[in-house]
């Protein structure tokens, strides 16, 4: 059995954490229906999860193309889901 790092350790959970409240600010933003701050906490959480794409490319600069990805389809689907006040959410079935 390996030994715990406790270093690593703290790393992963300060990670996990991070990543996990910056998820709940995106979420809050996607309900919100704001489309910069969503964008925004989008590509903030890829950035703190891009140790995978780091870790399979072993080239960082792969996590600037995943953070400009998350930024710009978050910032889409809040301009298409944003409507009028008083209509119709987008999906409703039609009356």
Known sequence: MAAIDPLTAG???AATAATDAVY???TAAVVARKRVPAATWSSIWYLLSSFAVIS?????LYVAFAAIGSWVGAYA???FLHRPPGGP???AAPE
């Open 11 to 13: 790393a992963v959970l």
């Open 24 to 26: 709940v600010m995106f």
């Open 56 to 60: 399979y490319t072993e080239n960082w």
């Open 77 to 79: 689907t809040i301009t």
């Open 89 to 91: 959410p987008v999906g």
